[in-house]
């Protein structure tokens, strides 16, 4: 091969480097290990976690995986697929991102969802910047204070950076305040205002008036939603939302330490030339048959450049799979039975808790799977004795509240368990 | 591959299911949510069995190319084998069940993974410091500037608004700094496909944050001015931004933090052997040189005493770029790469990636133009057939013709019509996880397409011919969206 190529060595082909940038020494790394040296090294350090009962939520929820969802997301020609730039020999990626933006658009009643986004808080950062790109001139976002301290956190990093003002809209008994949102208008610089469907205290809000008042000050009106949870509730169309976005993660993801999940964005047909991201449409080979492309490409950065929608040029697309097989298992019966047994555990430990005596109701307003109570007892002594008795919960909200989360998964005998755990505080 | 025409939606029948679920914890319950908060109809999503639901995603998958099924010559992609230990790893119950805000005292094998990861990809790269919160390339070179944006805002130095980036450069680079609140200035190749320093010069002042580099480019070459461009940059005040997604040939040959580069990106999917999953999920760390370590975003490890610690905040951070810390699944993976390869076959990588492509180069520059003949690192690019086969009076075949013909030869296709210097660009990228067999029948097939171009293009304007489908009516599908299920039946 160096003959063909014409050169005597390895090196030589890296003669038009400047010798002083050649890198003379040895990378401090281990030597290489045979597949049993590192499957033993990770199993040490798998050993040095400690796998809890997962009674926490705050925006990851431990809901149940079947088992057919890593089975078929683990098949190689979907794992070690590059995005679909030949569409020719990539129908089973196309064919399943339109499946996942028909079922995101089951989900929240949208007219367009894209292949999906990175995670829910950077989906909220790129519907902050749909919202200023839709707006002329204003440059305005409001954020309910409601809304998971990461999903805050995230957009107003992208904003500092994009140049967008970020104003917090507060909330009254535990939900965003329609009355904030009215005033906060008022500046008429507001291009657009994120609020969640469910909050970070747990509660279902009810956004009743928020459409009418945000469209009448010409503003996008974005909701951050929990995709598990829209197979019951109201959907963010249902609202009124020109944009619904979240994380696929309460889909069966498992939570991995915060990572790979998957963001979802989706709009009604009136923005859909403004939403960032692939996109999936139908159409038909040369033969007339049914086929599925990358679509409305002109959005995007390898045409479009500094002009483009955003600068995502990828999707989290295996992720989108995951999704799409989940949902599919589950269909609308399973989704409800989610639904309804995540409300019945959590619903249990809210009211076992309460009769422990060591908490106090916050708010009294319908919350789904998660809940806060105020502690009457020291909090790092109560998360310490979840910890000693193998459970994750009670995590301290910026109010001092602490806030707990009941999936399907948790059984009677685990609720009980760590009720009888509280008692001890 | 055959083609398959079903949707999992029109395998529904109402009442079949596919699920099952642990008993509810208080059968008694009442679901009690106020109605006025309820969807009004359940969403329309497929009701199946589960061997439905197997078979429709089996049947998918067989519509589809991986690096699995075949060689990817994918420029700019790096598609490089997926070693299979890597996904035993990240599937792991202690990994895949670990809350993001759990203690850091129940996840100290967790925080030793980033530890050691910053310090690995700091010892190949010969940056200081590495975030891993990026879930991507494109998410990475945002978080890059925003640390380039912190780096100036600290110093009170507001004017630096503009960024460089050459022509030849990854779309992702200017629609990145648009995101970051950037401008952007573009400096021009010269005829060798480099940035050309006269060009660069009058660009540079008061007003510019840095110049985002690849190198190798994205034609394959080695920017071999960079220490000159380094030091013009750096003595007008500006940083040098490094996109990784072309880091694969410098493995074990160059490190960018020697180049003089003060930010980079690495693309743990490409480099790192991380699989790609279809477009997702990738990982794009960022490294930083000393000087810039406070301005990597939160949150992030620290080791103390042999005992790892996430910082929550941090007052000169650029802040938080992603929901928790990044795609610890991914990240597992490549750590399990870098284990497995160690320092000295890591060290080999580059070299063997880019003897593989210099070797395609030359075997095929009788039957394609190279514009640019010099010796390549990772990837090269051809503008095109040298006999189209117009002379046969018929259309003449172009690079899209070559890339779907491939596809009957069983290999994905090169990157086609990027960068877009040339009209005709075919960008082969072979990484150094093929063998020279595979490296010759890919070669013996360009050779025949080739011919067929000569003597009948029309072969070629037909192709893939073997595919599932045809070329698609690409046309249709943006004039008339239908983006839905939902969209087809109304």
Same mark, same amino acid.
């Given at each position: 091969m160096l003959e063909r190529v014409g050169v005597k060595s390895l090196d030589d082909l890296y003669a038009?480097?400047?010798? $002083?940038?050649i890198y003379k020494g040895e990378y401090d790394l281990p030597d290489a290990l045979s597949e049993q040296e590192v499957r033993d090294w990770f199993e040490g350090l798998a050993a040095r976690n400690t796998r809890l009962k997962v009674f926490a939520g705050a925006g990851a929820y431990d809901h149940y995986t079947p088992s057919v969802v890593p089975y078929i997301i683990s098949r190689s020609e979907f794992l070690t697929a590059y995005t679909p730039y030949q569409c020719e020999i990539s129908q089973g990626t196309l064919r399943y991102i339109f499946e996942f933006q028909s079922m995101i658009c089951a989900l929240t009643g949208m007219d367009v969802s894209n292949a999906s986004m990175y995670d829910g808080p950077t989906a909220a950062a790129e519907a902050m910047r749909m919202a200023v790109a839709s707006a002329r001139k204003k440059n305005t976002v409001l954020l309910s204070s409601t809304l998971l301290p990461n999903v805050v956190k995230t957009v107003e990093t992208y904003a500092k !950076?994009?140049?967008?003002?970020?104003?917090?809209? $507060?909330? +009254?008994n535990g939900q965003t305040s329609l009355e904030a949102l009215r005033r906060a208008m008022e500046c008429g610089d507001v291009a657009g205002a994120?609020?969640? #469907?469910i909050n970070r205290f747990g509660i279902v809000e009810d956004l009743t008036g928020f459409a009418e008042t945000l469209h009448e000050g010409k503003? @996008?009106?974005? +909701? !951050?939603?929990?995709?598990?949870? @829209?197979?019951? @509730?109201?959907?963010?169309? +249902?609202? $009124?939302?020109?944009?619904?976005? #979240?994380?696929?993660?309460? @889909? $069966?993801?498992?939570?991995?330490?915060?990572?790979? !999940?998957? #963001?979802?964005?989706?709009?009604?047909k009136d923005h859909m030339r403004k939403l960032p991201g692939r996109i999936v449409g139908e159409t038909v080979d040369g033969q007339g048959r049914r086929a599925f492309v990358l679509t409305l490409q002109a959005r995007e950065q390898h045409i479009r450049r500094e002009k483009a929608t955003s600068n995502i040029c990828s999707n989290e697309s295996l992720m989108a799979l995951f999704v799409t097989v989940y949902l599919s298992l589950m269909g609308p019966e399973g989704m409800k039975e989610v639904n309804e047994k995540s409300y019945a555990g959590a619903h249990l430990l809210h009211d076992e808790l309460l009769k422990t005596g060591k908490f106090e109701e916050v708010f009294d307003k319908p919350f789904l799977k998660e809940f806060v109570l105020k502690p009457l007892v020291d909090v790092k002594a109560l998360q310490a004795k979840l910890y000693e008795r193998g459970f994750f919960g009670a995590l301290e909200t910026e109010e001092g509240y602490v806030s707990f989360c009941v999936t399907e998964k948790r059984t009677r005998a685990e609720i009980e368990a760590l009720v009888a755990a509280v008692k001890e505080v | 591959m055959k083609y398959y025409d079903r949707l999992i939606f029109e395998l529904s029948k109402s009442g079949r299911r596919a699920y099952t679920l642990p008993a509810s914890a208080d059968p008694a319950s009442r679901f009690a949510i106020p109605a006025g908060l309820l969807r009004a109809e359940a969403p329309a999503l497929p009701e199946v069995s589960e061997v439905d639901v197997v078979r429709h995603y089996t049947n998918l998958s067989q519509m589809n190319f991986g690096v699995d099924t075949g060689f990817y010559p994918l420029g700019s992609c790096t598609m490089k084998y997926n070693p299979k230990i890597n996904e035993e790893i990240a599937a792991m119950p202690a990994f895949q069940g670990i809350h993001p805000l759990q203690d850091e005292s129940t996840v100290q094998g967790v925080l030793e993974v980033y530890y050691q990861m910053d310090k690995a990809l700091s010892a190949i790269t010969g940056m200081k410091h590495f975030t891993l919160n990026p879930c991507a390339g494109a998410h990475g070179e945002l978080t890059g500037l925003m640390v380039m944006r912190s780096y100036h805002a600290s110093r009170g130095d507001f004017a630096r608004t503009k960024v460089i980036v050459p022509d030849s450069a990854h779309g992702t680079n200017p629609a990145s700094a648009a995101v970051c609140g950037l401008s952007i200035v573009e400096v021009k190749s010269n005829a060798s496909g480099l940035v050309d320093v006269e060009d660069l010069k009058p660009l540079l002042g008061p007003d510019i944050a840095g110049i985002m580099m690849t190198n190798p480019n994205t034609l394959g070459l080695f920017e071999k001015d960079i220490r000159e461009i380094a030091s013009l940059v750096h003595d007008c005040g500006g940083l040098l931004y490094y996109d990784g997604a072309n880091m694969n040939p410098l493995l074990g040959v160059v490190r960018p933090g020697d180049?003089?580069?003060?930010?980079? *990106? %690495?693309? %743990? *999917?490409?480099?790192? =052997?991380?699989? *790609?999953?279809?477009?997702?999920?990738? =990982?794009?760390?960022?490294g930083v040189a000393d000087r810039l370590a406070e301005f990597l975003p939160t949150p992030k490890v620290v080791e103390e005493n042999g005992r790892y610690r996430i910082v929550g905040d941090a007052p000169l951070s650029a802040g938080q770029v992603s929901g928790y810390m990044g795609n610890f699944g991914v990240i597992l993976r490549a750590y399990a790469y870098i284990l497995m390869l160690g320092k000295q076959h890591l060290a080999l990588a580059g070299k063997l990636a880019t003897l593989g492509a210099n070797y395609i180069k030359e075997s095929l520059k009788d039957a394609y133009k190279l514009p640019i003949p010099s010796v390549c690192k990772h990837e090269f690019v051809f503008d095109g057939l040298i006999d189209d086969g117009s002379a046969t009076g018929k259309p003449g075949a172009t690079t899209l013709d070559v890339a779907k013909r491939l596809l009957d030869f069983g290999f994905h296709a090169p990157t086609i019509y990027f960068p877009l210097l040339f009209h005709q660009a075919l960008m082969i990228e072979p990484t150094e996880t093929e063998s020279k067999e595979t490296l010759d029948a890919f070669i013996d097939v360009m050779h025949e397409i080739a011919r067929e171009a000569a003597e009948d293009p029309d072969i070629l304007h037909g192709a893939p011919h073997n595919a599932p489908i045809s070329r698609p009516d690409e046309t249709m599908a943006a004039r008339r969206p239908v983006l839905k299920y939902q969209d087809e039946l109304s």
């Open positions: 038009d480097v400047p010798a $002083g940038f !950076y994009f140049g967008t003002n970020i104003v917090m809209i $507060g909330s +009254e994120i609020v969640p #469907g503003a @996008l009106f974005v +909701e !951050y939603c929990d995709p598990s949870a @829209l197979a019951v @509730l109201k959907t963010p169309a +249902e609202w $009124g939302a020109d944009v619904a976005v #979240g994380d696929g993660q309460p @889909l $069966g993801i498992p939570l991995c330490f915060g990572g790979p !999940y998957v #963001g979802f964005m989706a709009c009604t | 180049m003089g580069f003060d930010i980079m *990106h %690495l693309n %743990l *999917h490409k480099t790192f =052997s991380t699989p *790609h999953g279809g477009g997702g999920p990738g =990982s794009g760390p960022v």
